[in-house]
């Protein structure tokens, strides 16, 4: 249940646009992962989700560092 919490609770971590747009109904399943995304990356993240883009395909794009190529774990 605390993840489920965690998630209802993400879309206070946006910035105001994407706030707007998930209480206007426009996003859903993608604002958790728009909100684990630094705030410079937001917008870029709600175009994306407003054009179609899964959650998947957003956390995944902004696992991304700036040379275009995917982050690496440990």
Known sequence: HESQVT???????CVPEVQKAYFAGQINGAV??????PDEQQLEALAMALA????E??????KRNATGR?????
């Open 57 to 62: 395909q957003i956390e995944s794009h902004g």
């Open 7 to 13: 998630r209802l609770l993400s879309v206070y971590d």
């Open 52 to 55: 179609g883009a899964t959650r």
């Open 32 to 37: 958790y992962g728009i909100s684990k995304l």
């Open 70 to 74: 995917p982050r690496r774990c440990g």
